[in-house]
């Protein structure tokens, strides 16, 4: 009496149907990968003139008397249009006058750079708008950073 033969089918049979596809899906991921290495986030420009990408440090805005400055800036997204965040505002309330004043610092504000120049040190952010509370009231301080080294 023999044994009837059965023929199964490779199991690698539909994993070869899917290698193109998985090909493809490599490649897409590489042709992304390359087009965010090739377009960097933009940084902001300190006085200091050193590009900050998302920096959570001491960053000047304003290098005169009448200085502007963020510290301790938690963001909580940086694109390639804008930046958005939480920091304390320091600034200079020029009282009595701008040089005899030291800097007064804001808790817990907001943060909004906007702007993005191009320029020789790659994409810089141009606009920072800081929203603040002074004697309870909500006030808006707009910097324009330098967007090329002082």
Not at 18 to 32: E, H, N, R
Not at 77 to 84: G, R
Not at 139 to 148: E, L
Request: hydrophobic share 40%; glycine share 6%.
């Amino acid at each position: 009496m023999s044994v009837p033969v059965v023929k199964v089918r490779p199991v690698m049979y539909p994993l070869r149907r899917s290698i193109p596809f998985l090909a493809l899906l490599a490649m897409a991921a590489a042709c992304t990968a390359v087009a965010f290495a090739s377009s960097p986030l933009p940084r902001i420009l300190s006085c200091g003139g050193k590009p900050l990408l998302r920096p959570g440090g001491l960053v000047v805005l304003s290098c005169a008397d009448a200085g502007s400055e963020l510290r301790s800036t938690h963001w909580l997204s940086w694109t390639a249009t804008s930046a958005t965040g939480t920091t304390d505002f320091g600034l200079n309330l020029c009282t009595p006058t701008c040089v005899q004043s030291s800097m007064t610092f804001f808790p817990n504000s907001h943060v909004h750079l906007t702007g993005v120049v191009k320029t020789t040190l790659g994409p810089l952010f141009s606009r920072a708008v800081i929203t603040y509370t002074l004697h309870g009231k909500k006030q808006t301080f707009v910097a324009y950073p330098p967007t090329r080294p002082l």
